[in-house]
């Protein structure tokens, strides 16, 4: 299900039905749980089986299944084998969902509460698709897992998995950028922006802070290019005057 710019920049809550409202946190609220925590709740949701069973310590089991048996695992399940797990996966529930979220042993999910009342609940069967709605209101990539069992022969099998350890293989590797790090952005945000400030850009949620930044930054170089086209001109005559509303690619 992909959400529309709209929804992505919108603080209320994404309902999506037998599930509840998908919320996207303020920095406020990341702040309230500390900015680690949020970034390890992301994390959880963006999990794919080996990394799960590593964190549950049995890393090893992943390595002696046969492939076939790999592509019928399902993460969801590995989460309900642990208690501290399920309450971790409680936490993070609660903190991306506007309604309250319970484990329930009897049904194996999560049952979302509205008033006292049960209006979704949460099983193996739509996780992966809460978790893709939470990453994208935080504006970042889900899971990027390939499905094994879409495997129609040995060949294609051999290929999703080449493509699986590259990526892991990049990802180990990859450098973090400072400049892009969270805290770097708000405060690039409060001090260029002549709307917002150290003191209310708290209440923007994650998704408008990134947007802001990005259409800052276009609209900076759309400036110079528009001083450097009035005064010199350009060769090709041309200059696109809208191109600072036009639509961007999201998050």
């Given at each position: 299900m992909k959400l529309s710019y709209f929804e992505l920049l919108s603080s209320e809550p994404v309902q999506i039905p037998?599930?509840?409202g998908i919320v996207c946190p303020t920095l406020r609220q990341i702040a309230s749980v500390?900015?680690?925590?949020?970034?390890?709740?992301?994390?959880?949701?963006?999990?794919?089986?080996?990394?799960?069973l590593e964190m549950l310590g049995k890393a090893e089991l992943w390595d002696a299944l046969p492939e076939e048996e790999k592509s019928?695992?399902?993460i969801f399940d590995l989460f309900l084998l642990e208690?501290?797990?399920i309450l971790l996966l409680q936490d993070i529930l609660n903190f991306f969902i506007r309604e309250r979220v319970e484990y329930s042993?009897?049904?194996k999910g999560f049952v979302v509460m509205d008033e006292g009342e049960p209006i979704g609940l949460i099983t193996g069967t739509v996780y992966p698709q809460v978790c893709e709605l939470i990453c994208q209101r935080c504006g970042i990539?889900?899971?990027?897992?390939?499905?094994?069992?879409?495997?129609?022969?040995?060949?294609?099998l051999e290929i999703i998995k080449k493509l699986q350890k590259g990526r892991a293989e990049r990802a180990r590797h990859a450098k973090p950028d400072a400049n892009m790090e969270l805290g770097n952005i708000i405060s690039a945000v409060a001090n260029k922006s002549y709307a917002l400030n150290m003191i209310n850009i708290w209440d923007?949620?994650?998704?408008?802070?990134?947007?802001?930044?990005?259409?800052?930054?276009?609209?900076?170089?759309y400036d110079i290019q528009s001083m450097s086209v009035a005064a010199w001109g350009n060769k090709d005559h041309y200059f696109d005057a809208a191109a600072w509303y036009k639509m961007r690619e999201q998050l």
């Open positions: 037998q599930i509840g500390g900015y680690h925590t949020y970034q390890y709740y992301l994390a959880m949701l963006s999990m794919d089986t080996k990394a799960c019928h695992i399902n208690e501290n797990a042993s009897q049904q990539n889900g899971r990027t897992e390939e499905d094994l069992s879409k495997a129609k022969d040995k060949k294609t923007l949620t994650v998704f408008q802070v990134w947007d802001c930044f990005y259409r800052l930054s276009n609209n900076t170089i």
